[in-house]
Every structure is written in C-alpha cells, then in structure tokens.
C-alpha cells in the first residue's frame, strides 16, 4: 500500500467505507481516554493508521483527504520515500550521541543548509531544539543572554501562539485556557495586540489608520510602561497560526524592525507554523522584505521527526558554554529526515507548487464567499490559508465551524479550525491543484451542510 505509485494517489478521491469514527477507532478513543491526560483539544476523533503523501488512512479502513499535514509539519506530503529513506540510512549508523558533550556530522551539514535559505547574507549560527516550544525557549535565552542581563524584557503580541511551557507560554495569548490555572508566567513579558485588520484590536481601518498599531509600541508601550533600553526583543509570527492565520499588513514588519534598529532590541520571528516552505517562501518573513535576527523553526524541519531550531546572526547567537543545551537537540536521525526535506522542497519545487495551488485556492474559496456569507474573510499566503466565519452580525461563528469540520470529517477531508472561528486550510506542499479542488468542494459542501443542521 505504502509503496503504490504516487499517480494512483494524484487521481485519488477521498473513500468513506464506515462512518467516521468507526469501530476500531472508538476502542482507541476509548483507551486515549482512560490512559491519556486529556488535556488536548481535539477537533473530531481521527484514529490514524498510515499516511502517504496527501491520504490518511484511519483504523477502520476509510481514507481521508488531508488538509492538516498533522498541523503543518508533512509539508512534502506524509512520508515521503526520500525522507523514509534518509532516516533509514540514519539510524542503520547510529540514533543517538548527544550535542551537548560531542560532536557529529549531520548537525554541521544541515546548519550549513538552513543558514542559506534563511534571510539575511549575513554569517549564521543554529542552536538544535526538539519543538516549537524549545526553540522558542532558546530564542528568549539567546536575546538575553546576548545583552548578559542588560535587556530583560520580551515584547510579544496578543493573539500569537509560541508553545505551551513556561517561557513560551509567557509569549502566548491566543486562548485564555492556555493559561488559566497555570501562572504565574514569566515575569518582564509585554503584549502588544497582533495587527488583526479584519477584527483590528484598535477599531481602526487599514490603511487610514496609518500603522498605529506600530506606533501605539513605541508611543503607549515604550513611552509609559516599558522602558526600551531594557527590551531585549520582540517576538511575533510573520503570519499568526493558531490564533487564526492572520496575515499582517504589507508595511507591518518594516515599521516594527525600525522600531527595533532604533532602540537597539532583536527582531525575532516565530516560523515554527510558517515556515519550511509554507507559504510559498521558506520563510514567511520574506513576503515582508526584512531581515529578523533571529528565525525560529520547529513543525515542517523534519517532516514528523522531533527537531527545532534558532538561526541567528551569528554575533547575536554567542550564549557562553555551559549556558544552553539538549541532550536530543540535533539528534542525527531528525538532522537526515531535515536535509532530505529540504531537499525534496528544492527538487520538486514545492515552493512554486505552494504559490501556485495556494492562489487558486484562494480564488476559489473569495469566490465561494460571495454565495456564501458566513464566510466573512479569506486571508493567507501560499497553503497557509484561512477563512473565518461570521455570523450575521459578524461576529465569530464557533458553532458553525465546528459544525463545518465535523461534517467535512465525515465527508473524507481533514480539517482544522483557528483563532475562534477561522478554517485553517495548510495542506501538504505537494498537494495537486485537482486535489485541491476536491478538498474545497467537499469543505464547500460541509459549510452549506453545516448551516442547515445550526
Ligand atoms: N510557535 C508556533 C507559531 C506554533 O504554531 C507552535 C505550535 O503550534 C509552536 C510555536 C509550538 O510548537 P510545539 O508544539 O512543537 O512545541
């Protein structure tokens, strides 16, 4: 199975034989139940068997179109024979020895990759992490550890996700209960409101309001509350994921590393969600012609294998021995899965297929939006794409998404939702224009489907 050719799985359609979730998959709902802390939210019960490229097999048999890439990490498609192929290589070697006291070869030859596809001319260097969350760890650390106690502040967003453990999760702020009950958080972080024009946090309109959710950082926060020689950095996600796949304004991130250059703190971008290809760019960042200090990347790196990264310009990333590691960061198996990635990403230019698919995508789903008016806006870039859903009144309409998704699983496609009430469409890179089409009729079909049952 795993092995059929890949042009049996262009021509694929998603195939239901038992009504999801079947059976098989109840038994492990059950089991996850009594076994797991529960503390997920899970849209739908998915109970997944194997996975190739585009497809997802569950347990009981039925095939599901993925719109997810087990949230947008098998970004050249479920594995992929190349990647399978270069961890098989790998661990034939060996799995394991550790960074922090040794040395090997496979973190060396992928740093010199990532600091070339990375933005900035610039010398660079990595530090290894095993997830989102730890690079975004390591990425606070080296900022102030770079100003050795001088600059202890973080400024971050409101709306933004970073990771769920202490110093990340002081940066997080799309949902309250990722944080209730778990404080206190880290002390000396500061939020701004994420440029959320749809819903702009200032009630303003873009472009009349003049980037004033730039301005409101150094006019409000810098001026009354945060001292700004003592910001180490500003953290934000050139595109907000989870809290919705926001994209900010053409201008935004201009303004914002002014700010920085001119008071002397590090832009660092989150592209943990956006980046590897994602929207089209390797780096999000680079729609918005700047240059960060400082990328963070986790997710897609590895295509599923457990790696995280911080690349830096190298006079920033100079955090003294002794002061940051881990034991598994850099692993030499995740290290090979990350070179053949990106490898396939340049072979079967999967950024241009990205671009691509993800224009029409968006066509198709602003056309969709004038038969449609829950659909209240279509954002995104390259297959980061997001449509979020109102009520008459505007406002986010969780039900109807939740509907939406439900509906949509049963109909074969896997789809996840963002923010409050936004579709959050980031399939494979890989993913074909036809297949697309099958997965936005089915989605348009779940939407109008959904409204009925309300
Ligand atoms: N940063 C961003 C932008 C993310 O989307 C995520 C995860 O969704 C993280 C950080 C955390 O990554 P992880 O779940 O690997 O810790």
Request: proline content about 7%; glycine content about 8%.
């Amino acid at each position: 199975y795993i092995y059929l050719p890949l042009i049996v799985y262009k021509s694929m359609k998603p195939n239901i034989v038992v009504p999801p979730p079947g059976p098989k998959s109840m038994e492990i709902v059950k089991k996850d139940s009594e076994l797991l802390m529960q503390s997920f939210a899970r849209w739908y019960p998915l109970v997944v068997k194997r996975a190739y490229g585009v497809w997802v097999e569950d347990v009981d048999g039925n095939v599901y179109l993925d719109f997810n890439s087990g949230i947008a990490v098998t970004n050249v498609g479920h594995a992929h024979p190349k990647v399978v192929q270069a961890i098989k290589e790998q661990a034939e070697k060996y799995l394991h020895y550790s960074l922090t006291d040794f040395l090997y070869e496979e973190p060396v030859k992928l740093a010199e990759k990532l600091s070339k596809i990375t933005p900035g001319a610039f010398p660079k260097k990595v530090f290894y992490t095993n997830s989102g969350t730890e690079s975004i760890e390591a990425a606070i650390k080296t900022a102030r550890g770079h100003f050795r106690g001088t600059r202890p502040y973080i400024i971050a967003f409101a709306g933004s996700f970073h990771g769920r453990t202490y110093g990340s999760l002081s940066l997080t702020s799309s949902k309250p209960v990722q944080r209730r009950h778990l404080g206190p958080l880290l002390p000396g972080v500061y939020h701004a409101p994420y440029p959320y024009c749809y819903r702009c946090p200032f009630k303003q309109r873009y472009p009349e309001c003049n980037m004033w959710c730039v301005d409101f950082i150094e006019e409000w926060m810098l001026k009354k509350y945060v001292p700004p020689e003592e910001v180490a950095a500003v953290v934000i996600e050139p595109i907000a994921g989870e809290g919705g796949y926001i994209v900010p304004p053409p201008e935004f991130f201009k303004r914002l590393r002014e700010l920085a250059d001119k008071y002397g703190f590090l832009l660092i971008v989150d592209e943990v969600q956006s980046g590897m290809g994602r929207t089209g760019k390797w780096f999000a960042i680079e729609h918005f012609g700047v240059t960060p200090d400082i990328i963070a990347v986790a997710k897609g790196i590895a295509s599923g294998l457990p790696l995280g990264a911080i690349i830096g310009k190298a006079e920033v990333m100079d955090l003294p021995p002794g002061s940051h590691a881990s034991t598994f960061g850099g692993n030499p198996v995740s290290c090979a899965a990350a070179l053949a990635t990106i490898q396939v990403i340049e072979e079967e230019k999967l950024l241009e297929n990205a671009t691509r698919v993800g224009e029409y995508a968006m066509k198709r789903l602003r056309e969709m939006q004038t038969e449609i008016p829950a659909i209240g806006d279509v954002r995104g870039k390259g297959l980061m794409i997001g449509a979020e859903l109102v009520t008459e009144k505007g406002e986010p309409h969780i039900k109807l998404l939740q509907l939406t998704l439900d509906t949509a699983f049963k109909k074969g496609l896997l789809v996840i939702g963002a923010g409050q009430s936004t579709i959050r469409i980031a399939p494979p890179l890989t993913i074909t224009q036809e297949q697309m089409e099958t997965g936005l009729s089915i989605l348009e079909e779940s939407i109008k489907e959904a409204q009925r049952k309300l």
